[in-house]
């Protein structure tokens, strides 16, 4: 990666964003440490949060997680699993065209229906694939869903352990103590 990315798109990093499945607990860690990483280095952060049943939270209820936006951090909330109704999420993408964007999800569908909002004014997203690995996607995009191409070549991938040694080399900063993991493995 000679271009290290600024921005990061959290695709509904939530606990309920799946109805019925919980996400897997290496994958709340990454998005964890992806947060914490973009949040040091100063990236511009933007998340989609999908409305599900109300949760109230207290100072140390078992609800409060660090993957939860911050105040200075854009929301675009939307009802189903499409990301593509979440109001004013189209403009933003319109915004960071010609960009690389970092994304991250726990449903596989949440994400497609973004690489679908991207495919005409959008930026090219890079999948951080520790939070959703690629082989996540096989059984949400079957069929060439994107003008006859393979879903693969719609984004690229990257994964948080070289995330944060670009931005180490690039900054100088040291972000975060991570290993080399390979996802899947």
């Avoid at 280095?41 to 936006?69: K, M």
Wanted: net charge neutral; with cysteine; glycine share 8%.
């Amino acid at each position: 990666m000679t271009h290290l990315p600024c921005r990061l798109l959290c695709i509904d990093l939530q606990a309920d964003a799946i109805p019925g499945c919980e996400p897997d607990p290496a994958a709340m860690t990454a998005a964890r440490n992806l947060l914490s990483a973009g949040r040091r280095l100063g990236w511009t952060i933007a998340h989609t949060r999908r409305r599900t049943q109300p949760v109230i939270r207290t100072r140390d209820g078992a609800q409060g997680t660090s993957i939860n936006p911050l105040m200075s951090e854009q929301v675009f909330f939307h009802d189903g699993r499409s990301v593509a109704e979440a109001y004013g999420l189209a403009n933003q993408l319109r915004a960071w065209r010609e960009e690389t964007v970092l994304v991250a999800a726990f449903d596989p569908v949440a994400l497609l229906s973004c690489v679908l909002v991207c495919q005409e004014p959008g930026p090219r997203l890079m999948l951080v694939e520790d939070v959703l690995p690629m082989q996540a996607l096989e059984g949400a995009a079957r069929v060439g869903l994107f003008h006859g191409d393979d879903w693969r070549h719609s984004f690229g991938a990257t994964t948080l352990a070289r995330l944060v040694k670009d931005a180490g080399r690039a900054s100088g900063i040291h972000v975060l103590p991570l290993p080399e993991v390979r996802p899947g493995l």
